[in-house]
């Protein structure tokens, strides 16, 4: 055991988890927690909820539960909010999305028909394929900044909160890179007041959220807090911030088969991926400028995992291509298929070919849950800014200014675990093994 340097507030109260999105995503990941609630399932794929944490040595036998080692929020003192362009309650939304069965949703309905989302912040411009009713106005961009800190303060006041967590988990926005208004807190609130189209509605929100002294994750590509005016905003309120982009289907499938080839040093000639996909997210992924976006965050993984600066001869001339594909009868049920090509010994060819028939939402749930619950107590524990030890939840994970990401998710849950032992006062494992064989 080594002193403890963090003071951790205790987890007292209810804790408010706002959505920004009540689509496919948040109705799945709602539903599960009501379901896990009320005993009828388990919460599968969440860390918080199911992982261990090896503590000290192997010798030792001690792996507590991770939600029995950090003072983590109980899912008995959460509760929900959300907005959204469309008026449909929760139970609505998830019968239109149909990822769940409908007996199910049946089960839910009385506690999914009570969440109904508040008008929400939408520009048509960032997301054309959507058209909804439920959408604020304003006379200018900080107007509805506004308009949302103070559905956030009503919220925490109504709902009696002690604490609130904002998770976007709405459509990903047409593809921005950061400019002038984007470098400073003053450039940016002029630039709010200024109406300008270089502010998207989920930098609105991270904003509002900030002020609002609120932690605020990412779960689509978008620029969002991603831009050194957030960020040292974040830094200065003392909020925790992080994202971006949900790791779910074929690029977490990347970052776990990549560093295995870098592992052993197997070269890579070309990964080709496509996606079939015919939810929402689809449709709006369906638009060039929207899907954009997505491949920045698709492509980087690869890039950043094998390191080809470093190893020209194994990675230096491989070809990544990323498609998406919209295919309505698919539904939430996306089909990730990639093709390999390899080299190893003497420059021998081989290939892995990878069919993932996944269910987008039902991997995508269980990380807002353990962002939710991972951000509430990174701001208990004092923590501010970018999160980075976060980065497993993530397909970009937003770093410091000027440092390359950790995309590998096996360094990315060690970084997680030993956050969690650092804030808990234990030793941080390093795997080096040697004091079991030394007199």
Known sequence: MVEQSVEIAPATGKLGILLVGLGAVSTTFVAGVEAVRKGTAKPIGSLTQMGTIRLGKRTEHRSPLIKDFVPLASLDDVVFGAWDIFTDSAYEAALHAGVLEKGLVEELREQLDSLKPMPAVFSHNYVKRLNGTNIKEGANKMELAEQLMADIAKFKADKGCDRLVIVWAASTEIYLEPSEIHQSIEAFEKALYDNDERIAPSMIYAYAAIKSGVPFANGAPNLTVDIPALTRLAEQNGVPICGKDFKTGQT??????????????????????????????????????????????????LETILQPDQHPDLYG????????????????????????????????????????????????????????????????????????????????????????????????????????????????ITHLGREYYSE
């Open 252 to 301: 977490l499938m990347k970052t776990i088969l990549a560093p295995g080839l870098k592992a052993r040093m197997l070269g890579l000639d070309g990964w080709y991926s496509t996606n079939i996909l015919g939810n929402r997210d689809g449709e709006v992924l369906d638009d060039p400028e929207n899907f954009k976006t997505k491949e920045e965050s698709k492509l980087s993984v």
């Open 317 to 428: 001339q491989f070809s990544h291509v990323v498609r998406i594909n919209y295919y309505p009868p698919r539904g939430d049920n996306k089909e990730g298929w990639d093709n390999i090509d390899i080299f190893g010994w003497l420059g021998y060819k081989m290939q892995i070919k990878i069919d993932f028939l996944c269910r987008d939402s039902i991997l995508a749930a269980p990380l807002v849950l353990d962002l939710a619950l991972f951000m509430d107590l990174a701001q208990r524990a004092g923590l501010k800014g970018v999160q980075e030890w976060l980065s497993f939840y993530f397909k970009a994970p937003q770093t410091a200014e000027g440092l390359y990401p950790e995309h590998d998710i096996f360094i990315q849950l060690k970084k997680l675990k030993n956050t969690l032992r650092y804030l808990m006062g234990e030793e941080l």
